[in-house]
């Protein structure tokens, strides 16, 4: 068996087995296999370190869970606004909540919070038991003393299939252990369950591995009872988040044939079972504004929806009356200039929920720390959510370099590896891509210049030195590396030995591989210069070995006319002996040519590789979410020869730019520093895929 993460679905046995139709049967014992063969690989010599990487968005989001109560005349709302309460902490990341009991006025919350370093659920201020060696919860629901909700923890059967799943749990269960609805082999989203309780309904990927989309994800509603998971009724296709009016009422989001995001009503036969024909949807929101993630009312004929408007810059949840068509703003009356996100409503409609970011004048806290803990699968691998982009740790460990975001007046900055103190080394241009000198003391390289820019933009490699003296004053001398008219050169490693520089540079019309002096670049008397590789694709994002015997980088050769797929290479230093990496596949299978594998990195000892990869599909609906540029990026570490492969991040983010330092506490610093770090602005964008000028 050459991958962990994977087994084959094809088993023989005695008589017709079917693994789709008998998951309940085999699944536990199959999947418990495969993840105690995952969670122990090689024990022996299990991946160790630090691994310091950074998140689209997420540190700036600062979400809570608000809510406000809705009067029974909902044009009363726009005269006189009723108050917002602060449900949550105001200290991580709280979102996607639900009420529970029959008493609005209890406000009790069940709801996902991020502070243990991880998506946990929590029931008000309680941990609740769910799936503790998940590093991702979401969509929780509590109904008559039992938990529903969305976890992560099992691996899907094959690559390219998302690992989410439907499970529940008995919570005066002593045992404490989850049980799984989703059937084995299929991925489920967005639980919903219906107002007795009795059915629930799903946006389901389905058996079929993902497609590569994300701005719409395909999925179907799927509605079964809860006393019966494995007979699922397929009720209608192309839907997501959807959600019960009563027992027979079904409202869901889609992205209607005219581009808009709309609302759609099915309407349940009397009758539930699999055999009916499914009932044909209808459209409740009209073209011209952008409806998702709904939230319907039991006892009114109304359902809550997050908008987006033309001319509005910013997601409101506004309800809808379904009956009237007519729409109610909401929060666009308390406040006007935040995105609000995946409303909710108490049981008897009298309060309405949703999750924003929690301000300047809202309880809690208002820095960001230049570094956050976050769980990690594997014991003894320590991993450090960077708030800035291509960390780079120095070689002592006791400072971190990195691009505070990708403008264009980001520059570079350093920072204590505990977190406690931060300087700039220049600002004023964009620049990314940072490695650290392995030889002389505060030396750091980097590419100035627009990033995801053709082969003839004019991209440098620059050698920053820099001197500090005391606490407050940094004095950087900037040498550029490269000329600039030879194009695109960026993504600079350095040798063992401090005497070269691995990059990717366009100066051929093709971006591929060059070794560069570190010291004159390509200034250097009689050439600083050679080119390591050579052909009509891209070479990229490469990284030194700390041996100095082997570069890995990211390339499409294998298939140059698609710019999306990536795989690992290996090659000696100087071009010989070139390599494939297979990570979701054998060679020649069609899994591998799908790989998008990116920002590769060595592990101290050299054994294994660390990237971000697209093999494990996508986890959340993206809609949900703020803008992710791919949020199916996560984290994986496999061995030189592709055996041994780790997941290492579960979420609805895009986790990239990673860095690997053989330290661990004691050496890439004892203890985070907490109250010191950039200000919570709450700068995050809505998907850029959602525009509203069709």
Known sequence: MRSYSYLPLKTKMKG??????????????????????????????????????????????????????????????????????????????????????????????????????????????????????????????????????????????????????????????????????????????????????????????????????????????????????????????????????????????????????????????????????????RRVTPPGLHCFTPAAMHNRPQVA???????????????????????????????????????????????????????????????????????????????????????????????????????????????????????????????????????????????IGPIFSSVKATVQIARISFDLQGEDNLEAEIKILTKEEMGNNAFPSCSPDGKSLVLRSGRSGHKNLYILDAVEGEFKENGGIRRLTEGPWIDTMPSWSPDGKLIAFSSNRHNPDNAEAFSIYLMSPDGSNTRRIYVAGAEGSEEVDRERINHVCFSADGEWLLFTANIGGVTAEPVSLPNQFQPYGDLYVTRLNGCGLRRLTWNGYENGTPTWHPGYERQLGSLLINGVGDKLSGRFDEPLWIHCDF
């Open 16 to 281: 017709r087995l079917d693994l789709e139709e008998s998951g309940q049967v085999l699944g536990v014992f199959f999947h418990q296999f495969v993840y105690y063969i995952i969670q122990n690989p090689y024990m022996d010599t299990a991946p160790k370190g630090t691994i310091v990487f950074a998140t689209i968005g997420r540190p700036h989001y600062g979400f809570d869970v608000f809510s406000t109560s809705l009067p029974l005349n909902l044009q009363e709302f726009s005269s006189s606004p009723p108050s917002e309460h602060q449900l949550t902490d105001g200290v991580s990341v709280n979102f996607n909540a639900q009420f529970i009991g029959p008493d609005d006025n209890l406000h009790r919350l069940v709801y996902v919070s991020e502070r243990t370093g991880s998506p946990r659920i929590y029931l008000d201020s309680s941990l609740l038991p769910s799936a503790p060696e998940s590093l991702f919860h979401d969509r929780p629901i509590v109904k008559d003393g039992r938990l529903f909700f969305i976890s992560a923890h099992e691996p899907s059967d094959k690559p390219f299939k998302s690992w989410s799943a439907l499970y529940t749990l008995q919570l005066d269960d002593a045992a404490k252990t989850p049980s799984r609805l989703t059937p084995y082999g299929c991925v489920d989203y967005s639980p919903s369950l219906s107002q007795s309780g009795d059915l629930v309904a799903v946006a389901s990927y389905g058996f079929r591995p993902w497609g590569g989309e994300f701005h719409h994800l395909q999925t179907d509603i799927v509605v079964f009872r809860r006393s019966d998971p494995r007979n699922r009724w397929l009720v209608c296709s192309q839907g997501g988040w959807p959600t019960w009016s009563g027992d027979s009422v079904i409202y869901f989001h889609r992205r209607a044939d005219d581009g808009w995001w709309s609302i759609f009503r099915l309407d349940l036969p009397s009758k539930f079972d699999n055999h009916s024909p499914p009932p044909a949807p």
């Open 305 to 447: 929806v997050a908008t987006r408007r033309k001319g509005d810059n910013f997601r409101h949840i506004e309800i809808l009356d379904v009956e009237s068509s007519k729409f109610y703003p909401v929060t666009k009356f308390l406040n006007p200039n935040i995105h609000h996100y995946n409303p909710f409503v108490s049981p008897n409609s009298g309060f309405l929920g949703y999750h924003r970011f929690r301000g300047e004048s809202g309880d809690g806290e208002s820095i960001i720390p230049h570094l956050n803990p976050v769980s990690s699968p594997i014991k003894g691998l320590r991993m450090l959510r960077l708030n800035g982009a291509f960390p780079s740790v120095s070689p002592a460990g006791d400072l971190i370099a990195f691009n505070p975001d990708l403008e264009s007046n980001s520059g570079v900055d350093i920072v204590k590896s505990d977190g406690s103190k931060r300087w700039t080394l220049f600002k004023g241009r964009t620049a990314f891509c940072n490695a650290w000198s392995p030889k002389e003391k505060n030396v750091v390289f980097t590419s």
